[in-house]
Structures are given as C-alpha cells and as structure tokens.
C-alpha cells in the first residue's frame, strides 16, 4: 500500500481558487481511485532551500510517492493516467495520442488562456494591457477555435474521456471570467461534460475545502 | 523496420531558423539513432483541413510512424525517449523524473522565454512593449534564475543528459537575441555542454539545410 502525499496552497485569493495546478492532481487521484494526504504549504516557506529541492520553482504541487518527488502537474498526472486505465487507454498508438493531447493542452492552449486571463485579472489598468489585450484576445480566440474545430461531433480529444482531457479541461476553466469559452457551444459543452464527473466534483470540493478551512481571519 | 516520416516547413525566416520545433525531434532521433524522412510543408498548406487532421493547430512537427500519427514536439521527444536509453533512463522513478523536467521546460520556462523572445523580435516597436518589456524581463531572469540554481554543481537536470535536457536546451536557445542565457556562467555552461553533443550538431545541420534548400529567390 503506498502512501501518497501531496503539497498544496494553505490559501490563495478567491480569484484563483478553482484554478490552483493541484486540482489537476487531484482529479486524476480521484478518477485513478488512488488515496492521498495533502500538506499545505504557504509564503515564505515555498521560497525555503529545503522547498525548493523538492519543487524547482517554488509552485505547488509536489507529489511524494515512497521516495519518488514529482513536480509539474502535467508530469504528476501523466505518473497516474500511466498506471490507471481510467485515465490511459493501454493499447501503444492510443497511449502515444492521449500524451500527444496532454502536451498540447499544457504547450499549445494554456500559454494563451494563461496570458490572456493573468491580463486581465492582474494588469486590467495599466496602459500596456490597454494597448496589448485585443491583439492577445484575437489571438486567444484563433486558438480555441482550431481546438474547437478538433472537438465538433466529438465528446472528448480522442475515443474517451482521458487524462488529456482532464488537462484541457482545467486550461479551459482559466478563462472562468471571460465569455470565450461560454460562447463558444462545443468548447463549453465540452466543459461541462468533462467537468459533470464524479471525480471532478469531489477533487473540486476538495481543493476549496482546504482554502475555506484557511481562509485568513 | 519502421519508416518514421517528419513534417517540417519549407522554409522559415531567418530569424527564426534553428529554433523551430522540428529540431527537437531531429535532436532526439539522432540520439536515439533512429533513421527518418522528411516532407516539407509551407503555407497555405498548414492550415488545410487534410493538415489541421494531423495537427490540430496547424504547426510543426508531425510524426508518423506505421500508421501512428503524433504532433506536439514535446509528446514526440518523449514517444522516441520511452523506447531509448540513450534519452532516459530505464529505473521508474528516475522516469519519472525525466518527465517531470520534461513538463518543467515546456511549461514552466518556456512560457517565459517565447513571451520575451517574440515580445522583442515582433513588437519591439510597438507602445504596449515597450511599456509592458522591464516586468517581462525581470520575470524572465527569475524564473531562469530557479533554473540556474537547480543546476549550480550539476552538469544536467538529473543524473545524466535526459530527453528533458534536450527539450530545456532548445528553450535556452529561443533566448538567443538577448544575454539572458550567456551572462549566466552556469546556464550558458549547460547550453554549451548539451548543444556540443553530435547528435545536437547533425539535427541542426538537418534542420538548416531544409531551409538553406528552399530559400526564395
């Protein structure tokens, strides 16, 4: 029985709550049935040198495993899918597409989504984000289209619900305070499709539980 | 005996030659000695609907290999890295470490350095880069400080050069208008130590020759 153990936020702004990498993480847990502990984690001491061994950037999470230390949430979560067939289909060819599609939800969708909303929930005033935003909006949009394209008459990136769709789906909820996902039906049925499942639910329910219970004062 | 075909451009400009994607993955068949052709594509071609089949986003590389078709140059190196010790190493923990570095070039640093890179060599003029440039750089070096430090004392990310020094060497390289990398002594050393290896020299030399080839009149 191994014993799982991953490092969290204590707390973060309700703005990015829901949004933090180790929902990633613990979605996959909960599709894989696997149990873990968190130890949460807060400033000054994801800066600390101890911390920084374990995670190189001082983000979070940090998955520990019986001596194994993962970091990257795309790394973590392709460590369970690997082992979890509720995550992986187990014939080679499909394995190699569903990283093909967790490589391009993290590589080729998130850079934008992330430049996009960090935009606009933490530069919204200054004159560079004024100049800057609707190129990026054009170009944000340009690239959920073509993910879009891929996604008509498809219920997910490939045969099944897969990791890779877990990832899209997270990079995808970074866009909560804008219309682009909601506007477009396929992306957004999409969402929500993948966003309805059990796992999910509980992994979201999980992750704001530790926030609330922290919540300063 | 596999026939591995790789989708490349015809042509790029300058300054773009020796960065494009496709060298990652030349890069890696070299080290795994794994033999390839090439079929090159150029524009309109990419955004084609027979294309957009094959990537979804209309870039490159594509790989195909006896009817598997993959795309995202990270899911490749790591295609060809699980069937070659030469890219990673055969204990489980230790693959997974490789991977989690993986993920940490293509998701925690390269982010960083495409912004900077293409801030400067395709907006420079332009007020919102001039405005929004000193934040991005100084969170450029930050995060390739973290870098530095987790390589300060070792010659690669882990024990030994992995698929996940090769792909974090090509992330250094985007940042080669700038001194970024080269006033780093510990940084521009690993660049220097991962590029110098043969099979680097032979995919770049591939890589070049392509567009030397096409070049317009």
């Known amino acids: 029985?191994?014993?799982?153990?991953?490092?969290?936020?204590?707390?973060?702004?309700?703005?990015?709550?829901?949004?933090?990498?180790?929902?990633?993480?613990?979605?996959?847990?909960?599709?894989?049935?696997?149990?873990?502990?968190?130890?949460?984690?807060?400033?000054?001491?994801?800066?600390?040198?101890?911390?920084?061994?374990?995670?190189?950037?001082?983000?979070?999470?940090?998955?520990?495993?019986?001596?194994?230390?993962?970091?990257?949430?795309?790394?973590?979560?392709?460590?369970?899918?690997?082992?979890?067939?509720?995550?992986?289909?187990?014939?080679?060819?499909?394995?190699?597409?569903?990283?093909?599609?967790?490589?391009?939800?993290?590589?080729?969708?998130?850079?934008?989504?992330?430049?996009?909303?960090?935009?606009?929930?933490?530069?919204?005033?200054?004159d560079w984000a004024k100049l800057r935003r609707p190129m990026l909006l054009a170009a944000t949009i340009a690239r959920l289209s073509k993910l879009a394209q891929w996604l008509e008459g498809r219920e997910y990136l490939e045969d099944r619900f897969t990791a890779a769709d877990l990832l899209m789906t997270t990079v995808l909820r970074t866009l909560r305070h804008s219309d682009l996902v909601t506007k477009n039906s396929t992306l957004h049925a999409y969402q929500h499709r993948c966003e309805a499942r059990p796992a999910f639910q509980k992994a979201l329910k999980d992750h704001m539980a530790s926030f609330a219970a922290n919540a300063p004062a």
């Open 1 to 126: 029985m191994s014993t799982i153990t991953l490092t969290t936020f204590k707390w973060v702004p309700p703005i990015v709550q829901g949004l933090v990498r180790d929902l990633r993480v613990r979605w996959a847990l909960e599709e894989a049935g696997l149990a873990y502990t968190t130890r949460l984690i807060g400033p000054p001491n994801q800066q600390s040198a101890e911390y920084l061994r374990l995670q190189p950037f001082g983000q979070v999470p940090v998955y520990q495993e019986d001596g194994l230390v993962l970091f990257e949430s795309g790394a973590i979560v392709l460590h369970i899918a690997e082992r979890s067939e509720a995550l992986m289909p187990t014939e080679r060819n499909a394995r190699a597409c569903t990283k093909a599609w967790m490589f391009a939800a993290l590589n080729s969708v998130e850079q934008f989504a992330q430049m996009f909303t960090e935009l606009d929930l933490f530069a919204a005033g200054q």
